[in-house]
């Protein structure tokens, strides 16, 4: 066979359009088009590059059915969306990689009705005049903090920026040389602060930092004077920080305003769970900080956003700052952050309706419960997989609360002439995108961050992946 004859195999666009399986796919005809000629095109690249050697292999390449399926192969991977559904078996609640923080079933119908219909996003129906979209989810922040206003914005990164941008732009901003923290995807708090117009300055050293070392920094320039937590690291042995308070009172002194990075924003102490105490929005704003910063989708268990608290007169001039059109937050973060917000009214409804908090609340002897069950499910499959619930830790994730764990429980699964590496792979490619850790060369699921409600889809996922022949 020659090429010449290679090239009369190949089947017309049309013909493989009109081939029963490819009609029944769920792609609009434009993309199974792309698709198709991709596909060919790659083949008559082969042929015109083969050698005689080659062109036997080519000649069963280009059979009707294996095209066929080089196309459903073609659409599977390039035009399915490729935001995914995945499994956290890992162990780690605030997992960046896997989107942080969840948000309950039990509020989608609400949050759907929001975005799936028109709203009063900035329409204020009781006077029947534009409105501000800042007002819905505010009341409430207000209410349960105990704060003057707050302003959301679209993350952490964002709230600091537009602090900044909006009191120290080509000004002075003083922090300590111990704060300057590079959080997720090496972006640094110096970065931001030079973003934002606002000219940093050291103060102290890197494990030792007073209040005469900012005192002794401030000039006329000086505009804000800068706490940052420190959530994703620890300093500790010949240490040295500057309280809140104190900071508070040194910018009265000289009319600062003082603002603080805040990160987590955790709300409940979570110290009866075994974690060590990490500052509470609440008692930031006891100590009378004038703004705080914090994120939505970290320990407050909502979506992603910034949230800014403090001074009415503070917020007041952010809101007239023309970034802020850049970094304002939607309809879904609004409607998802009001419903999580009401949930923290009810302590009790919080901590079991808020996934992150219901994950970190959750005991060793209800994760064992929930090993129990899931072994169960994976037994009754004919798999080659042997489980055995084990103890485990689990992290927090997220930049919060660095090197702590608490106790958990774990599935191991192994099975005869199976890797932990081999197992891990066959589930993460697998349909359910099951992502689990090894440790000391054993696959294993934490229960803390598995759903129940996959437990079926996690056994059929073994299942299909390890089947007994």
Same mark, same amino acid.
């Given at each position: ?16 359009? #009109? ?47 294996? /095209? ?5 192969? @073609? ?68 209410? %349960? ?22 009191? =120290? #732009?080509? #000004?002075?901003? /003083? ?18 602060? =030079?973003?934002s117009g606002a000219n940093l300055i050291e103060v102290g050293a890197t494990n030792k930092t007073r209040i005469s070392d900012y005192e002794d920094a401030i000039t006329e320039e000086t505009a804000v004077l800068m706490k940052v937590h420190t959530s994703n690291y620890k300093m500790i042995g010949f240490t040295d920080s500057v309280s809140n308070r104190e ?12 603002? !603080? ?9 979570? !110290? !009866?769970?075994? %974690? ?23 320990? %407050? ?13 503070? /917020? ?8 802020? @059109? =850049? ?10 952050? !009001? ?88 589930? @993460?490619?697998?349909?359910?995108? /099951?992502?689990? @850790? ?8 934490? %229960? ?22």
């Amino acid at each position: 066979m020659q090429k010449k004859d290679l090239f009369k195999m190949i089947p017309q666009v049309e013909e493989i359009l #009109k081939y029963s399986s490819i009609e029944e796919l769920d792609y609009s005809r434009s993309l199974k088009t792309e698709a198709i000629r991709d596909v060919l095109d790659e083949i008559r690249g082969k042929i015109i590059k083969s050698n005689d050697d080659e062109i036997r292999k080519l000649e069963s390449q280009i059979k009707f059915d294996n /095209i066929i399926v080089m196309v459903e192969e @073609r659409l599977y991977s390039e035009f399915s969306p490729s935001l995914l559904k995945v499994i956290n078996g890992t162990g780690t609640i605030l997992h960046t990689n896997l989107g942080r923080s969840l948000l309950d079933d039990s509020i989608k119908e609400e949050i759907w009705n929001i975005i799936s219909s028109y709203s009063n996003l900035e329409y204020d129906i009781a006077e029947g005049k534009r409105g501000s979209r800042y007002s819905h989810v505010t009341k409430m922040i207000k209410l %349960l903090f105990g704060v003057e206003d707050a302003l959301i914005v679209n993350n952490n990164a964002a709230a600091v920026f537009l602090v900044l941008n909006t009191f =120290a #732009k080509d #000004k002075e901003a /003083i922090v300590s040389r111990g704060e300057l923290v590079e959080v997720g995807g090496a972006f640094r708090i110096p970065s931001v602060m =030079a973003m934002s117009g606002a000219n940093l300055i050291e103060v102290g050293a890197t494990n030792k930092t007073r209040i005469s070392d900012y005192e002794d920094a401030i000039t006329e320039e000086t505009a804000v004077l800068m706490k940052v937590h420190t959530s994703n690291y620890k300093m500790i042995g010949f240490t040295d920080s500057v309280s809140n308070r104190e900071l508070k009172e040194l910018g009265n002194k000289y009319d600062i305003p003082v603002m !603080e990075d805040l990160g987590s924003g955790v709300y409940y102490n979570m !110290e !009866e769970y075994g %974690l060590p105490h990490e500052p509470t929005i609440s008692e930031s704003i006891k100590s009378g900080i004038d703004l705080i910063t914090f994120s939505g989708d970290k320990l %407050l268990g909502g979506p992603q956003a910034g949230i800014i608290v403090g001074k009415k007169e503070h /917020i007041d001039k952010m809101k007239k700052n023309q970034i802020l @059109r =850049a970094l304002r937050v939607d309809k879904f973060t609004l409607a998802a952050l !009001e419903c999580t917000i009401r949930m923290y009214f009810d302590e009790e409804k919080a901590k079991k309706n808020i996934p992150t908090l219901r994950m970190i609340t959750s005991t060793p002897e209800e994760l064992f419960e929930k090993a129990k069950i899931l072994k169960d499910k994976i037994d009754e499959r004919n798999t080659v997989i042997n489980v055995y619930i084990e103890d485990g830790k689990s992290t927090v994730g997220g930049g919060s609360m660095p090197g702590e764990e608490f106790d958990s429980k774990v599935v191991v699964l192994n099975g005869e002439s199976l890797t932990a590496d081999r197992i891990e792979e066959g589930l @993460r490619l697998s349909k359910a995108h /099951i992502i689990g @850790r090894i440790k000391d060369d054993k696959y294993m699921l934490d %229960l803390r961050t598995l759903n129940e409600k996959d437990f079926d889809t996690i056994a059929d996922a073994i299942e299909n992946c390890f089947p007994r022949r």
